[in-house]
């Protein structure tokens, strides 16, 4: 996994040096925190990269479940799994 890189910069930057702060996340692939006196606030960070994150996380959470539902029995043999999908596409 690839660890991005932060910066921290204060709210007037934000304000005052959008387009700055925009390439910075676009082109240099950077997360930008924005402090409020001092103090973390916000984040700024490219769409494509947080699409990416976004579907990084859904992913796990998704794992998460799966491995919750083999820890506590949830399971069926696969076979029966793809019976199961096979009735339902027929049904539907």
Same mark, same amino acid.
């Given at each position: 996994?690839?660890?991005?890189?932060?910066?921290?910069?204060?709210?007037?930057?934000?304000?005052?040096?959008?387009?700055?702060?925009?390439?910075?996340?676009?082109?240099?692939?950077?997360?930008?925190?924005?402090?409020?006196?001092?103090? @973390?606030?916000?984040?700024?960070?490219?769409?494509?990269?947080?699409?990416?994150?976004?579907?990084?996380?859904?992913?796990?959470?998704?794992?998460?479940?799966?491995?919750?539902?083999?820890?506590?029995?949830?399971?069926?043999?696969?076979?029966?799994?793809?019976?199961?999908?096979?009735?339902?596409?027929?049904? @539907?």
């Amino acid at each position: 996994m690839l660890a991005l890189q932060e910066t921290i910069r204060p709210s007037a930057d934000l304000r005052n040096h959008y387009n700055e702060i925009s390439k910075q996340c676009r082109e240099d692939n950077e997360v930008v925190i924005i402090t409020v006196n001092g103090r @973390g606030d916000t984040v700024s960070m490219a769409y494509e990269e947080y699409k990416r994150m976004k579907a990084r996380i859904e992913l796990l959470e998704i794992l998460a479940e799966a491995e919750d539902d083999v820890k506590n029995g949830r399971v069926a043999p696969v076979c029966e799994t793809f019976d199961d999908l096979r009735n339902l596409l027929r049904e @539907g």
